[in-house]
């Protein structure tokens, strides 16, 4: 049901041409999001909707992928995260469901707090804007540092207004930060990625973004195909009690329902 794709020019060398709509192709990333289409998929087929799987090793590509005409959705991101891409790339988006809220966690292989983080610590942080952003806010909340006033929620490390232990900051991709946990003091990760890696948000993480965090994830697919027949197909299933029992059961509060 499912293809990793990596960051290559051959990311995008998907099938020739789309299908009907009732053959489709949903971008993802790992983790939670691929796992919780597949079950949407399965969910699908008997309802004569198949629903192809794509799997992205990265938050760049499937936003280009949708927007060239080779994806039909994607299910990977939240709302900042679409809103700075559209402001950057100019795609012709559109949020057509809210899906799931995973919530930032701060990991280390060495501290069992975080307000154990040595003076001088190396904290590694994702080198996008909203999720780098997202990480800072959550020091923030914790009295770690404190950022410029009207930095909004996508503030860099230039925007640190008071960084009483000195902390460092490494900026990586968001799928390489469980790797920096042997480099860095603490690492910010978002769930999946923490997933993936083998890493429990509610036992590993020493630290959590609140529940109330405007993070919520969303299915997005082009502009202009918000009323396509099979985009309330998905829609519905992904909202039905199965994939809700499903998210419930299996991730046990780390992955939490946003609808």
């Known amino acids: 049901m499912r293809r990793l794709l990596t960051l290559t020019a051959a990311a995008l060398a998907l099938t020739a041409g789309l299908a009907t709509a ?40 499937p936003n280009q992928a949708l927007a060239d005409g080779d994806l039909h959705a994607n299910s990977f991101q939240h ?93 990586l991709d968001a799928a390489q930060l469980p790797r920096a946990l042997q480099d860095a003091d603490a690492a910010i990760i978002n769930t999946n990625f923490a997933l993936a890696a083998g890493l429990s948000p509610k036992t590993d993480a020493i630290a959590m973004e609140k529940a109330d965090s405007p993070y919520a994830n969303v299915i997005v697919v082009r502009a202009g195909d918000e009323d396509q027949p099979w985009v309330k197909q998905v829609v519905e299933i992904y909202h039905s009690p199965e994939i809700k029992t499903f998210i419930d059961t299996k991730y046990e509060g780390a992955v939490i329902t946003a609808w």
């Open 22 to 61: 009732e053959d489709i192709k949903v971008g993802v990333t790992p983790g939670e999001h691929a796992e919780i289409m597949d079950e949407v998929a399965k969910l699908a087929e008997p309802k004569g909707l198949s629903i192809e799987v794509i799997e992205f090793s990265d938050y760049v590509v």
């Open 79 to 171: 709302v900042p995260y679409l809103d700075n891409q559209i402001k950057d790339r100019g795609f012709k988006l559109s949020v057509v469901a809210k899906t799931i809220t995973t919530p930032m966690g701060v990991y280390s292989a060495s501290l069992k707090a975080l307000a154990d983080l040595p003076e001088g610590g190396a904290v590694a942080i994702p080198n996008d804007p909203t999720n780098g952003g997202r990480a800072l806010l959550l020091l923030q909340d914790n009295g770690l540092l404190t950022l410029k006033e009207g930095t909004g929620l996508t503030p860099s490390p230039l925007d640190i207004a008071d960084n009483p232990r000195k902390l460092k900051f490494l900026e």
